[in-house]
Every structure is written in C-alpha cells, then in structure tokens.
C-alpha cells in the first residue's frame, strides 16, 4: 500500500511539473520536423 501513495506522488509531481512548463507550439513543431527529416537521413544511410 505504501508503494501505491509513492507511486501516485511521483506520478502527480511529475504532471505538475509538465503542466508548469508549456512548449511553445512552433518550437515543437520545428523540432520535430527537424527530428524527423534527421531520422529519415540515417534510415536511408542505413538501408544502403
């Protein structure tokens, strides 16, 4: 039971934490485009 409540704390603080922290859309957005055409370049590397 004691592993149960410390479970739910850390889950709880870790959404606190996210929550306080908002990334801005376009930022993300670039990020992960940029993420996913570096992505793409190495799969195609590899393929080879």
Do not use: C, W
Request: no cysteine; proline share 6%; aromatic share 10%.
């Amino acid at each position: 039971m004691k592993y149960l409540l410390l479970a739910t704390v850390v889950v709880f603080l870790i959404a606190q934490v996210m929550g306080a922290v908002p990334y801005p859309a376009p930022l993300d957005h670039q990020m992960s485009e940029d993420y996913n055409e570096s992505l793409e370049n190495y799969l195609m590397r590899t393929d080879k």
